[in-house]
C-alpha cells in the first residue's frame, strides 16, 4: 500500500492516501484530525495548493501561520 504521513498539529495518520489531492484529504480528515480551515497544505517544505496530488512517500503537514489564535 502506498502511504502518505499527515500532520496537523500533534495530530497525525500514516495511511494509503497516495492519488488523493489535498482538498480531498482536508475533507476526510478534518475532524479526526482537527485540521483548521485556515492552515495551509504544506509537503516537502513547500506549500502547495489544494490540487496537489499526492504521492508514496510524501508527507503533508496542515500549517497555522505563527501568531494565529485558534478557535
Known sequence: MVMV??????????AGL???SVTSVRNM???????DSAAKPVVGGETV???YVLTDG????FVKSS?????
Do not use: F, R
Not at 504521513?5 to 500514516?14: H, M
Not at 480528515?29 to 485540521?35: K, T, V, W
Not at 501568531?67 to 478557535?71: A, H, I, Q, R, W
Open 5 to 14: 504521513k499527515v500532520i496537523s498539529g500533534v495530530n497525525q495518520i500514516e
Open 18 to 20: 497516495a492519488g488523493q
Open 29 to 35: 480528515l478534518s475532524q479526526p484530525l482537527n485540521i
Open 49 to 51: 495548493n489544494e490540487d
Open 58 to 61: 510524501d508527507e503533508l503537514e
Open 67 to 71: 501568531g494565529e489564535k485558534g478557535c
